[in-house]
């Protein structure tokens, strides 16, 4: 949702901005409808104070013996006429909040200009690639050959894009869960949170999901959706709060099983899991005032970092372009894990600053001491990390081709039992 005062104030700006993005000027269309908004609006108050009027009047005619026929007959004119521009108000203004909500939000003036993902600028990196052996072996060959990943039988029993893990590789992906949780909450300052994977159509709504991506989503049958990330339902935790400024900023983190139907996604990594309708992912939220939006993120992508760097994995950040970055922030880093087979670097992280597109629609606002009015939050979000593409990049980077296991990385062992090496368990 944008702010109309301001868009009013200044059209050019939200057109120029969207232009970077590679939109038409949408200002117009918004412009007209709003105008028709108030003018219904003026129109039914003036209105409503004739109809009181008239209804005086009524009273004093009355009073006097006289005949208020005509009075009568007036104010049930203006009763219609009243319900009729009622529902056209209404009609115009759901009409420009279905507008308003289809739009992306405004980007930040130092994201770079691009049309798409070839645009991106990296900005660092760390580690260094491995190639050589490892590039002919990918991370479905290591796990079936271990026999502890299972297709077929993910096939038989949800379709496509599923995934039985088991014995070592299962117990790895749950390592990696409980390690990315704990640096989070004892190292990074985050609150861990157990939330509900079931949510309801306004908190997906707040962050942005819905109406733009309800083709991607899991819909139930009483209305709720599956979550497709943690992010709605850490971000939402404020919905319809007024908090106070001794209460920011809020760190949240949690693991759930995340629920996409890729449905943008046809024909891609249709092999293995790095694009899957169920995936757990470690999810990072931030509430933050405007002014520490941006220091914020930065710390965001620190802490994302940071765990790629204890698994001693290969990567490198990058900022997305203005025709890359996604519908609600205004500027995102990417943070891409090497993956030998694939010989390129994947996306395992995606840090995003929103600033108040989703507080605005979630109506989570703060107020600083002393203040009379009150501000809208602003919200940050980050993968930390997606686990089973870091899952990926484990067994890709960790593969030892002389007998097919995958070495544990260090800060690993104390989750995996002591355990220095995932093999194939013995005839």
Request: aromatic share 6%.
């Amino acid at each position: 949702m944008h702010d109309l005062k301001s868009l009013r104030e200044n059209p050019a700006f939200y057109d120029q901005n969207w232009a970077r993005r590679g939109l038409a000027p949408q200002t117009p269309a918004i412009l007209e409808l709003d105008e028709k908004r108030r003018k219904l609006q003026t129109e039914l108050q003036t209105a409503q104070n004739r109809r009181n009027e008239a209804s005086k009047e009524i009273g004093s005619v009355k009073s006097k013996g006289g005949d208020a026929a005509d009075l009568m007959a007036e104010v049930a004119a203006l009763k219609d006429r009243m319900a009729d521009l009622e529902a056209q108000e209404q009609d115009a203004a759901t009409a420009l909040n279905d507008l308003l909500s289809a739009l992306p939000n405004m980007l930040a003036d130092d994201v770079p200009d691009g049309a798409d993902e070839n645009d991106n600028v990296e900005i660092r990196r760390f580690g260094e690639p491995k190639t050589g052996n490892n590039a002919a072996v990918d991370h479905v060959a290591i796990g079936e050959n271990l026999g502890m990943m299972d297709f077929e039988a993910a096939a038989r029993v949800a379709g496509a894009r599923f995934v039985v893990n088991k014995a070592g590789i299962a117990r790895l992906q749950r390592a990696l869960a409980q390690f990315m949780l704990d640096t989070h909450t004892t190292e990074h300052g985050y609150t861990e949170v157990d939330p509900p994977l079931l949510v309801s159509t306004d908190v997906m709504y707040g962050t942005t999901q819905l109406p733009k991506f309800r083709e991607d989503q899991f819909e139930t049958t009483d209305g709720r959706w599956l979550v497709p990330t943690a992010e709605v339902v850490l971000t939402n935790l404020v919905r319809e709060q007024i908090l106070d400024d001794s209460d920011l900023p809020l760190r949240y983190t949690a693991m759930t099983p995340c629920f996409r139907k890729e449905a943008g996604s046809a024909g891609r990594d249709t092999r293995g899991i790095i694009r899957q309708h169920q995936f757990y992912k470690v999810e990072m939220v931030s509430i933050v005032r405007p002014e520490e939006s941006e220091a914020e993120h930065q710390r965001m992508v620190n802490c994302a970092e940071n765990i790629l760097k204890k698994l001693d994995l290969p990567f490198r950040t990058i900022v997305l372009c203005a025709g890359d970055i996604g519908f609600a922030s205004r500027k995102t880093y990417d943070l891409e894990v090497w993956v030998p087979s694939q010989n390129k670097y994947r996306e395992i992280s995606s840090c995003s600053n929103c600033g108040d597109i989703q507080s605005r629609r979630m109506k989570a606002r703060f107020k600083r001491p002393g203040a009379k009015d009150t501000e809208f939050v602003h919200t940050l979000n980050g993968s930390g990390l997606a686990v089973g593409r870091t899952l990926v990049a484990v067994m890709e980077n960790y593969y030892d081709p002389t007998d097919g296991g995958i070495f544990v990385p260090e800060v690993l062992k104390p989750y995996m039992g002591g355990v220095s090496k995932i093999v194939k368990a013995s005839s």
